[in-house]
């Protein structure tokens, strides 16, 4: 699949994963399910990828969605940011106290 190269995420994905990603595809009617915050209307592009919308070991056809491969990658990047930021180390120490306080 396009875009999985250096990705682990395929191991973990159900061995049925192929009929799926068909599945959800089709009941979406190939056509990206993202709601565009400029108008409040589909996205429409042509759907090429399916997006987790919550648990990303949840493989129910309700969580899942199909996605134009834009607004795909918009959301796993933002993700990925996030949890790189929740991991990333504080590089400051936190305030002391002020001395006033302290007894």
Known sequence: ?????????????PP????IRRA???RDGYQCTH????TGNRCGERATDVDHLGD?????LQNLAAK????HRRKSSRQGAEAANARRIPRNRPPDPHPGLTA
């Open 68 to 71: 134009c491969a834009g607004h």
């Open 1 to 13: 699949m396009p875009g999985w190269k250096g990705s682990t995420r395929r191991h973990t994905l």
């Open 35 to 38: 709601i565009r915050a400029d």
């Open 16 to 19: 049925n994963w192929p009929d």
């Open 24 to 26: 959800v595809l089709r």
């Open 56 to 60: 990303r070991d949840d493989h129910r």
